[in-house]
T-cell receptor
Framework: IAGITQAPTSQILAAGRRMTLRCTQD?????MYWYRQDLGLGLRLIHY???????GKGEVPDGYSVSRANTDDFPLTLASAVPSQTSVYFC?????????????FGEGSRLTVL | GENVEQHPSTLSVQEGDSAVIKCTYS??????FPWYKQELGKRPQLIID?????GEKKDQRIAVTLNKTAKHFSLHITETQPEDSAVYFC????????????FGGGTRLMVKP
C-alpha cells in the first residue's frame, strides 16, 4: 500500500541520548517535512527537504538534524534529547508543482524524553 | 515569516447544528489555504482547500470562505454529525515559495449527539 511510514511509533528515551526517527515514503514525492505536534500549538515545522540532497530549517529546528540521501527516506535525528522534545512527531510528504498541494502524513511517532 | 491564528481552540455543538472555525494569516503573499482534520490518535488528513483566486469552495457539508483583503478564512460545517468530532487545523502557504505550510493551533470540535 502506497504511503508514508514512520518508525518507531512510540519511544521513551533518557535525556542526553541520541535518537533517530525514521520516515520512508513510496509515492516518489519530491518534498518531505518533519513536524512536531504539541497540545495547543498545532503542527510546527522542524526541517524540510524540497528534493533529494537538499534540506532546510523550519520554525523550530534547534536540537534536530535531518538528511535526504534519496527521494524516499528522510530521517530526523535528536543528537542529545531533552525533555522539551517530548512530543508527537509527524513526517509528511508532498509532490510540489501540482495543483492539489496535498500534504500526506505518516502515522506519527510519540517520543517521551525523561 | 507567516503566522496563522486559529479560533476557537475548542468548539462544542449539538448534532445537526453548524460549526464555524476561523483563521487569520499575516503574510499577504500566501495564496493556498488547506484545512486538515485529525481524528483522535490518527494522522492529519486534508479535507478541503482553497486558493486565492476564489472566495468560496464547497464540498457537501463542508465549505471554506476566503477574504484576502482582511486576511482571514473560515471553515463551515453544516448539519454536524458525531463523526465530525476531531481536531481541525487551518494552514497557509505561498505555492511559489517552497510550498511550506504554516499551521494554526487547531480547533477541537465536539459534536454532541
Amino acid at each position: 500500500i502506497a504511503g508514508i511510514t514512520q518508525a518507531p511509533t512510540s519511544q521513551i528515551l533518557a535525556a542526553g541520548r541520541r535518537m533517530t526517527l525514521r520516515c520512508t515514503q513510496d509515492m516518489r514525492h519530491n518534498a518531505m517535512y518533519w513536524y512536531r505536534q504539541d497540545l495547543g500549538l498545532g503542527l510546527r515545522l522542524i526541517h524540510y527537504s524540497n528534493t533529494a540532497g537538499t534540506t532546510g530549517k523550519g520554525e523550530v529546528p534547534d536540537g534536530y538534524s535531518v538528511s535526504r540521501a534519496n527521494t524516499d527516506d528522510f530521517p530526523l535525528t535528536l543528537a542529545s534529547a531533552v525533555p522539551s522534545q517530548t512530543s508527537v512527531y509527524f513526517c509528511a510528504s508532498k509532490q510540489t508543482g501540482t495543483n492539489t498541494g496535498e500534504l500526506f502524513f505518516g502515522e506519527g511517532s510519540r517520543l517521551t524524553v525523561l | 515569516g507567516e503566522n496563522v491564528e486559529q479560533h476557537p481552540s475548542t468548539l462544542s455543538v449539538q448534532e445537526g447544528d453548524s460549526a464555524v472555525i476561523k483563521c487569520t494569516y499575516s503574510d499577504s503573499a500566501s495564496n493556498y489555504f488547506p484545512w486538515y482534520k485529525q481524528e483522535l490518535g490518527k494522522r492529519p488528513q486534508l479535507i478541503i482547500d482553497i486558493r486565492s483566486n476564489v472566495g468560496e469552495k464547497k464540498d457537501q457539508r463542508i465549505a471554506v470562505t476566503l477574504n484576502k483583503t482582511a486576511k482571514h478564512f473560515s471553515l463551515h460545517i453544516t448539519e454536524t454529525q458525531p463523526e465530525d468530532s476531531a481536531v481541525y487545523f487551518c494552514a497557509a502557504s505561498i505555492t511559489d515559495a517552497g510550498n511550506m505550510l504554516t499551521f494554526g493551533g487547531g480547533t477541537r470540535l465536539m459534536v454532541k449527539p
